[in-house]
């Protein structure tokens, strides 16, 4: 059974950095790239990139390319992603899916909540 | 960028209804398109890849059509545990884009 499971959620003030983990299982890892895309309240979704988990090679959508970094641990099978930076308006549910034919599972979500 | 245009953002149905989404696509995108629905407090689900293949465990009631740059999402005899949100998204090219979202609500 695929699972992808995120870490909990996290509260930030404008202009630091967070780092959201998701953990793969059930699955062989490496076969697999992973997406992250994110929710704001009450919008729709948001793709920000993908990373392959064989390489670690990124493609980044370009409005996340100057503060956004993934990350991938083949010896945990975890994937990362740091936003840098950070602003109000990147509050939101950050989802990591697993992409198949597009992107078929996806985690739990972690919601960050950037205030001051 | 490719833009997926959804219609209608809102749509209000009755249980046993038959339901249509549609998703227009900027650029053809051959049949690069899933649809997924999301319940509040939870992740999106596929139901459709591939344009028209429907996700194992998925009810035989959702269909998916289209290809090139016209899609649409049938539901028919529409069931109360079908009212939520559904999205499309097209991942032929970068960035890959989701369409602004369907609201199902019951009449």
């Known amino acids: 059974q695929v699972h992808l499971v995120q870490s909990a959620h996290e509260v930030r003030n404008p202009g630091a950095s967070v780092k959201v983990s998701c953990k793969a299982s059930?699955?062989?890892?490496?076969?697999?790239?992973v997406s992250w895309v994110r929710q704001a309240p009450g919008q729709g979704l948001e793709w920000m990139g993908w990373?392959?988990?064989?390489?670690?090679?990124?493609h980044y959508a370009e409005k996340f390319q100057d503060r956004v970094s993934m990350t991938t641990d083949t010896s945990t099978s975890t994937v990362y992603i740091e936003v840098k930076t950070l602003k109000s308006d990147d509050t939101a549910i950050y989802y990591c899916?697993?992409?198949?034919?597009?992107?078929?599972?996806w985690g739990q979500g972690t919601l960050v909540t950037v205030s001051s | 960028d490719i833009q997926m245009t959804q219609s209608p953002s809102f749509l209000s149905a009755s249980v046993g209804d038959r339901v249509n989404i549609t998703c227009r696509a900027s650029?053809?995108?051959?049949?690069?398109l899933g649809w997924y629905q999301q319940k509040p407090g939870q992740a999106p689900k596929r139901l459709i890849y591939?344009?028209?293949r429907l996700q194992s465990g998925v009810p035989s009631r959702f269909s998916g059509t289209g290809s090139g740059t016209q899609f649409t999402l049938t539901i028919t005899s529409l069931q109360p545990e079908d009212f939520a949100s559904y999205y499309c998204?097209?991942?032929?090219?970068?960035?890959?884009?989701f369409g602004q979202g369907t609201k199902v609500e019951i009449k």
């Open positions: 899916a697993r992409n198949w034919d597009g992107i078929d599972y």
């Open positions: 059930g699955y062989t890892f490496t076969h697999y790239g």
């Open positions: 990373i392959s988990t064989v390489n670690g090679d990124t």
């Open positions: 650029q053809g995108i051959r049949n690069d």
């Open positions: 591939g344009a028209s």
């Open positions: 998204l097209q991942h032929n090219d970068y960035p890959w884009t």
